[in-house]
T-cell receptor, first 112, second 113 residues
């Protein structure tokens, strides 16, 4: 597709459930980022991939958060045993070389 | 990366120029100033970036002071569609950790008819 695609757009989970959020970056983009955006706040960095290598995961808030990009294209962000504080919009972004970041529209997670 | 300071909100009349300020007094010589905006329920969108010189593109102009400690994003003829949160971000030329962007709180710009 022409842009970064994320799915699902909306996800409601019960506390304790596991969720998986998918990101399809722009074709050919080497770099992929995940951000978490709480209501009324700016996006916060979670993790970064260069191709299939996860080079920075310093922003992941706990070991319940796990991200992968096994073939260097599609990425999945997995959250285990979801908690209410995990409710947020999860944004994916990709970049070719050193150019600007292109963001998807995000996946809004609500944990009840 | 240097910290930036922006006013939390601003209003602008439709058709007038919107001037959004940003302070980055601790910016270092190899750091660029980037501007992104986020329209409600969408992901952030790149607007413009610059190092020293003023920059202009089809979306906006970026004015950076000579000492580089502050900058202004100018939307020359604001429309209702420009209502969004605008983020000023400083990022180094040498990409540490992939050149990740560190977002602050941004400025919520409301363009009014």
């Amino acid at each position: 597709g022409a842009g970064v695609s994320q799915s699902p757009r909306y996800k409601v989970a019960k506390r304790g459930q596991d969720v998986a959020l998918r990101c399809d970056p722009i074709s050919g983009h080497v770099s992929l980022f995940w951000y978490q955006q709480a209501l009324g706040q700016g996006p916060e960095f979670l993790t970064y991939f260069q191709n299939e290598a996860q080079l920075d995961k310093s922003g992941l808030p706990s070991d319940r958060f796990f991200a992968e990009r096994p073939e260097g294209s599609v990425s999945t962000l997995k959250i285990q045993r979801t908690q209410q504080e995990d409710s947020a919009v999860y944004l994916c972004a990709s970049r070719q070389g050193l150019g600007e970041l292109f963001f998807g529209e995000g996946s809004r997670l609500t944990v009840l | 990366d240097a910290k930036t300071t922006q006013p939390p909100s601003m209003d602008c009349a439709e058709g007038r120029a919107a001037n959004l300020p940003c302070n980055h007094s601790t910016i270092s010589g190899n750091e660029y100033v980037y501007w992104y905006r986020q329209i409600h329920s969408q992901g952030p969108q790149y607007i413009i970036h610059g190092l020293k010189n003023n920059e202009t593109n089809e979306m906006a102009s970026l004015i950076i002071t000579e000492d580089r400690k502050s900058s202004t994003l100018i939307l020359p003829h604001a429309t209702l569609r420009d209502t969004a949160v605008y983020y000023c971000i400083v990022r180094g030329v040498i990409y540490n950790q992939g050149g990740k962007l560190i977002f602050g709180q941004g400025t919520e710009l409301s363009v009014k008819p």
